[in-house]
């Protein structure tokens, strides 16, 4: 397999790094293109868009609209095919862990060189996982955020989507008009992503989903 050809995201906030990472990139993966995302609705637009297939994903664990590991969860579960390698300033043994216990094909830290970088990516892309050296992984047996995590992992991408928006605060009429759609399937859905969270109302929902993030689950 050669590595050519490739479609690869870069799903981060900060600009000044994912241009800095597309430009340190560009001599070691030359024949690549490369798609941006600043926020978990951007990553899953690319990834509804049917004329691209994506070869690989780095994705930033504290980016809007993903709440710690939730959206990792959901591209392992929707978007199988497409490796997702986490890349974070956390670099803990926990954080690592947790990353692969969800689904990511490596973790590299944003402390890496370029060098550690390239070599990372060209690992992934061949079909292994990356570790940084002296990672010891710890065993995830969490009764808690296991069970959250298989449910999150029901939702459809839509039901997804609107969950993150009740995170944001945003009413159904809100919700309704941003994708473009009626009050009533906005009201389906929340009924749908309820049920399936075993939940009662927005608000459960969104603490249920909070509890997957970073700084909750480090504790």
């Given at each position: 397999?050669?590595?050519?050809?490739?479609?690869?995201?870069?799903?981060?906030?900060?600009?000044?790094?994912?241009?800095?990472?597309?430009?340190?990139?560009?001599?070691?993966?030359?024949?690549?293109?490369?798609?941006?995302?600043?926020?978990?609705?951007?990553?899953?637009q690319l990834l509804d868009t049917p004329k691209n297939s994506y070869d690989l994903i780095l994705l930033d664990l504290q980016m809007?609209?993903?709440?710690?590991?939730?959206?990792?969860?959901?591209?392992?579960?929707?978007?199988?095919?497409?490796?997702?390698?986490?890349?974070?300033?956390y670099e803990d043994n926990l954080t690592i862990s947790r990353a692969i216990h969800y689904g990511s094909s490596g973790f590299i830290?944003?402390?890496?060189?370029?060098?550690?970088?390239?070599?990372?990516?060209?690992?992934?892309?061949?079909?292994?996982?990356?570790?940084?050296?002296?990672?010891?992984?710890?065993?995830?047996?969490?009764?808690?955020?296991?069970?959250?995590?298989?449910?999150?992992?029901?939702?459809?991408?839509?039901?997804?989507?609107?969950?993150?928006?009740?995170?944001?605060?945003?009413?159904?009429?809100?919700?309704?008009?941003?994708?473009?759609?009626?009050?009533?399937?906005?009201?389906?859905?929340?009924?749908?992503?309820?049920?399936?969270?075993?939940?009662?109302?927005?608000?459960?929902?969104?603490?249920?989903?909070?509890?997957?993030?970073?700084?909750?689950?480090?504790?």
């Amino acid at each position: 397999m050669k590595l050519e050809n490739l479609n690869i995201i870069i799903a981060d906030d900060h600009p000044l790094f994912r241009n800095a990472l597309r430009q340190a990139l560009t001599n070691a993966f030359a024949d690549t293109r490369w798609f941006e995302a600043d926020c978990a609705d951007a990553l899953q637009q690319l990834l509804d868009t049917p004329k691209n297939s994506y070869d690989l994903i780095l994705l930033d664990l504290q980016m809007p609209g993903s709440h710690g590991y939730s959206t990792l969860i959901h591209l392992r579960n929707h978007f199988a095919h497409v490796p997702v390698v986490v890349i974070s300033a956390y670099e803990d043994n926990l954080t690592i862990s947790r990353a692969i216990h969800y689904g990511s094909s490596g973790f590299i830290p944003k402390s890496a060189s370029m060098e550690t970088l390239c070599d990372a990516l060209t690992t992934i892309l061949y079909g292994d996982i990356w570790l940084p050296s002296g990672v010891q992984l710890h065993s995830i047996d969490d009764q808690t955020e296991d069970p959250i995590a298989n449910k999150l992992a029901e939702l459809t991408p839509q039901q997804y989507k609107v969950l993150q928006m009740f995170a944001e605060g945003l009413l159904n009429k809100q919700i309704a008009y941003d994708l473009g759609v009626s009050e009533a399937t906005i009201k389906a859905h929340a009924t749908a992503i309820f049920r399936k969270l075993g939940v009662r109302n927005r608000t459960q929902a969104v603490i249920a989903l909070q509890q997957l993030d970073r700084d909750k689950v480090e504790l």
